[in-house]
């Protein structure tokens, strides 16, 4: 297959969603329908409970895939299919937010009476900012929950995206009888699966066909016609290019869990979902998929098992055909590199690859050479926009166990903050040890156990009230002008450290020639 044949048939994308709407059980009939896996139970196995999850020993034996990949490929129809993880919930954390920098397209999904969440709106809220374009998938439709309608509103109000729907539901909870499919006029009945089994659809037709009649109850097949009329004249029609610019979200309707609505989803996802497309450049510019091979690391994964104890960098092909021991160059390192051990990830998966394509994501061993945002290379210097880094929500002070180890403290935590587990502020004035910031707590966490591990310097953390860190534009607030803690960045940028939004309003009215912003300097 040429390059762009192979580029063409590529589909990268994340789905975001809050804890519990169902994203890891639409991931495992995902990989299902992709043969990566060939029962459903085998991507997170629960039995540990939500109270392994705050240990990150447990979630690493327990979820085996999320935590130690960061993407799984699978192949439906002739399309290769990049899945990136998007761990949620507890072990929340900055990984999250990259792993939308490495997506060329988001499927929010939603839980049906829960409506837009929380941590759908963060996530949301940086997917939008590098305007990927958005599907929405609304799940557990075999509960109770919204009316459609409800829900398309609440999109276009929270986000200001209108959301069209694709697919549409023929009744809800008890009453959900399947989907009715726009592009094609075809309905799917489901049968409704006993306790334990797998769904079956029950039949198939257009509106007016017998079959679906006799599977209907006639006030059921008014109301969908009444919906399709509904849609077809009120609702705004599905508009590509508008989807694609990030103002229109194809909407689906189904149940990950009984399977209803996921097949319908698929198909119509991989006909619209962009194929990696180009990337800008810092210094203007954008490099074209079918240019030599570049990629960038999105995400460093120390392996927490202490028999390998290998680290993982990810890295996201943005162009051009990779291949097993080639040479590339390591842009901030400024030499060249074998890459000889790729991997990638099928399901449980781990497979040495010999060659990869645009939105591909590489594994690559990395002893200590990679860091996120690092760029490889195969056509001289070139800089993509930086992996982002994100405003904390957690902090933590830093204790010694043995205070001595300062100096082997240092050096651990400035090694590992540069793979970007957490971020550092140092008190402004000179303090000995610095305040961490992270997104998730399990960052200190894994902060926390490779000190211990790899440096031999177990650390004790406390909490720290702050909720939020924002960068000083324009010099250091007066003394008595200001509330909270002014700190310093790893790299010497003024920030200050809040503990709630009456500090950071006051202050900032208080010092109107400063500017507060939520991430660091570029
Ligand atoms: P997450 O990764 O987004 O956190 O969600 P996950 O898939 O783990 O699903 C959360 C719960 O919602 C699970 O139930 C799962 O079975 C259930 N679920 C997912 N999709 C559907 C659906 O379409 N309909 C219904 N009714 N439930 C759904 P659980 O009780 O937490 O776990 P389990 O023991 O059932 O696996």
Redesign the pocket.
């Known amino acids: 297959m040429s390059l762009s044949e192979e580029i063409q048939r590529r589909r990268t994308f994340a ?1 975001i ?12 009939k995902l990989l299902l329908y992709g043969g990566a896996i060939d029962r459903a ?1 085998s991507v ?1 196995a ?1 039995e540990g409970g939500a109270a392994a999850h705050s240990d990150w020993m447990s979630i690493e034996q327990e979820r085996g895939i999320s935590v130690t990949s960061a993407a799984m490929q699978f192949e439906y129809q002739g399309r290769a299919i990049n899945l990136l993880d998007t761990p ?2 507890q072990d929340f954390s900055e990984d999250t937010y990259r792993a939308l920098t490495a997506a060329d397209a988001v499927v929010m ?1 939603l ?1 049906c009476a829960k409506g837009v969440e929380e941590q759908t709106k963060k996530l949301f809220r940086v997917a939008s900012e590098r305007k990927l374009p958005i599907f929405t998938f609304v ?5 109770p929950g919204r009316e459609p309608v409800e829900l398309i509103d609440e999109v276009e109000e929270l986000f200001g995206l209108h959301a069209v729907p694709m697919t549409w539901p023929i009744g809800s909870g008890t009453d959900f009888k399947g989907v009715y499919v726009r592009a094609t006029g075809q309905i799917q009945v489901f049968e409704r699966a006993k306790a334990g089994q797998k769904a079956r659809v029950a039949g198939k037709g257009g509106l007016d066909d017998p079959e679906i009649a006799a599977l209907l109850t006639p006030a059921e097949l008014q109301q969908l016609k009444d919906d399709v009329d509904l849609m077809d004249h009120v609702l705004p029609a599905f508009d590509r290019e508008a989807f694609l610019r990030g103002e229109q979200s194809p909407m689906f309707f ?5 399977n ?1 609505g996921v097949s319908e989803f698929l198909e119509e996802f991989l006909e619209l979902a962009p194929a990696p497309g180009a990337r800008p450049l810092m210094n203007g510019g954008e490099v074209q998929p079918e240019q030599p091979f570049t990629a960038f690391v999105f995400k460093v994964q120390a392996n927490m098992n202490k028999a390998h104890r290998d680290r993982v960098a990810f890295a996201r092909i943005v162009s051009g055909r990779f291949e097993r021991g080639m040479d590339a160059l390591h842009v901030r390192e400024k030499k060249s590199i074998k890459l000889n051990y790729p991997h990638m990830f099928f399901g449980r998966e781990r497979q040495i690859v010999d060659e990869a394509y645009p939105g591909d994501i590489l594994g690559l061993i990395n002893p200590g050479l990679f860091r996120i945002g690092d760029v490889l290379s195969a056509q001289g210097a070139v800089e993509f926009h930086a992996v982002p880094r994100f405003s904390p929500e957690q902090f933590a002070s830093v204790r010694l166990a043995d205070p001595g180890a300062r100096k082997g403290f240092l050096k651990g935590l400035g090694q590992i903050a540069e793979e970007g587990v957490v971020q550092v502020f140092w008190p402004k004035g000179g303090a000995p040890l610095p305040i961490l910031g992270a997104i998730g707590r399990l960052q200190f966490e894994v902060l926390q156990h490779r000190l211990k591990e790899e440096y031999a310097c177990p650390v004790l953390l406390e909490s720290r009230g702050f909720q939020m860190a924002r960068w000083i534009e324009g010099g250091w607030p007066e003394p008595s002008r200001f509330w909270g803690e002014l700190v310093e960045d790893a790299e010497g940028n003024p920030a200050i450290l809040f503990e709630n939004d009456w500090q950071r309003r006051t202050t900032a009215e208080k010092c109107p020639g400063l500017t507060f912003l939520e991430h660091p300097p570029k």
């Open positions: 789905i969603s809050h804890p519990d709407a169902g994203k890891t059980t639409l991931t495992e139970g997170k629960r949620g919930h999904l839980d799940n557990k439709l075999d509960r189904g149940s990950a869990v009984n209803f």
